[in-house]
């Protein structure tokens, strides 16, 4: 076996179905009195009943998380967080959500419980992104990390069909990059091959029955796995290309990557064939390219850029973006290339055998 750098991260997870139950005991175990939940507006209710068991640890809810983590609303809920006199945060929701949390410990220390109900991940990485004055910018930081992340798949149940696989894919691209990382290394790679045997089970079960719970726990822990696996490893091409979507074109998050998923796999395909082999396996299909994209048939998600709001003329300046300051990639990132690659995922092609 080769050398290598494995990089774990300490947190405590929790994970079940109602485990939402031991929310008490964890903010005690951290020493916490005063806890503030975050949300998004349009949970507010629904995670107001998540809390309601708190009793005086409950501080109040800020409810006003919203995409990309605007400085102005980490300001507002850091002001609202110390008229609260709160002493610890707990983030009920998707990436959003967590976001909010991750940068209100990065700017006060205040320790993060994340209870995530999509599959985004985002609660195990070090990684931030905040956007200020429009600009999105990414920070790794070992601050950000919750201290402890509650995994509850009776949270999820609510999560719409489309939506829970649109961010399952989400999930399954942090495992596919994680897979042939330059600093990937065999202990990521086992968890990341895990995490897309465990979401690619379990999402088509979700679109027939979004209330199987054998299937949302899957889900979550492929989601867990993902993140995990993700979170100590440089991101790709795949990434790079969501970032810049996401950031100059402004599409949305989660079907963005899912989209561009199999064109990436397809674009490093031959020089990364371990890789590619494992993704093959874990989701039983020959080729690994082409067995993302059947997925995501299977799924009916959304496969062509050009219907998610991706404009034909910004291709060019997409391609151009994404290969002026590449992420280190198994296949040298070039102009050419990744225009086609950007070419096949507007028009939704299945990729080339
Ligand atoms: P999100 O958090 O924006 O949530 C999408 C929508 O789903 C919201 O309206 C939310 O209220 C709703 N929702 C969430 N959970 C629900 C549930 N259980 N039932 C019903 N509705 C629910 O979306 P997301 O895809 O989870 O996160 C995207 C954001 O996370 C992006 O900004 C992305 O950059 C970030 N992200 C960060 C990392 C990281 O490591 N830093 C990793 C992945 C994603």
């Not at 006199?85 to 994340?114: F, N, R, Y």
């Not at 402004?250 to 020089?271: C, K």
């Not at 494992?278 to 050009?306: C, F, H, N, V, W």
Request: glycine share 10%; charged share 20%.
């Amino acid at each position: 076996m080769e050398a290598f750098t494995y990089t774990g991260l300490p947190m405590r997870v929790v994970f079940g179905a109602g485990c939402i139950g031991q929310l008490t005991a964890e903010i005690e175990k951290l020493g916490a009195k005063r806890a503030l939940v975050l949300s998004t507006p349009g949970r507010g209710e629904s995670v107001r009943q998540v809390v309601a068991g708190l009793g005086p640890l409950l501080a109040g809810i800020y409810d006003k998380a919203v995409m990309h983590v605007p400085v102005e609303v980490v300001a507002d809920a850091r002001r609202v967080a110390d008229e609260l006199g709160a002493d610890c945060c707990i983030s009920v929701g998707g990436g959003s959500t967590t976001g909010l949390g991750k940068a209100i410990a990065l700017t006060s220390g205040l320790p993060i419980i994340a209870v995530p109900t999509t599959y985004s991940g985002s609660e195990m990485t070090t990684i931030l992104g905040m956007t200020e004055g429009g600009l999105k910018k990414t920070v790794r930081d070992p601050r950000v990390l919750p201290r402890t992340v509650i995994y509850d798949p009776e949270l999820t149940l609510g999560l719409p069909a489309a939506l829970s696989a649109a961010s399952g894919l989400n999930a399954i691209a942090h495992c596919v990059e994680a897979l042939y990382a330059a600093d990937g290394n065999p202990i990521n790679s086992l968890q990341a091959e895990e995490g897309i045997r465990a979401l690619a089970r379990a999402l088509p079960r979700i679109m027939k029955t979004p209330r199987d719970m054998v299937a949302r726990s899957d889900a979550l822990y492929g989601a867990w796995l993902a993140g995990v696996s993700f979170a100590t490893t440089g991101m790709g091409l795949h990434h790079k290309l969501c970032h810049v979507l996401g950031g100059t074109f402004n599409l949305p998050h989660a079907e963005t990557h899912s989209i561009v998923l199999p064109h990436a796999a397809r674009y490093n395909r031959d020089a990364a064939p371990e890789a590619m082999a494992r993704i093959a396996r874990a989701l039983g299909a020959p080729d690994a390219p082409r067995g993302l994209y059947d997925l995501e048939t299977k799924l009916g998600l959304a496969q062509r850029l050009s219907e998610i709001g991706m404009p034909r003329e910004g291709l060019e300046r997409a391609a151009k973006i994404a290969t002026e300051s590449p992420y280190p990639n198994p296949r040298k990132v070039e102009y050419a290339g990744v225009l086609s690659l950007l070419d096949d995922a507007y028009e939704g092609r299945r990729p080339a055998a």
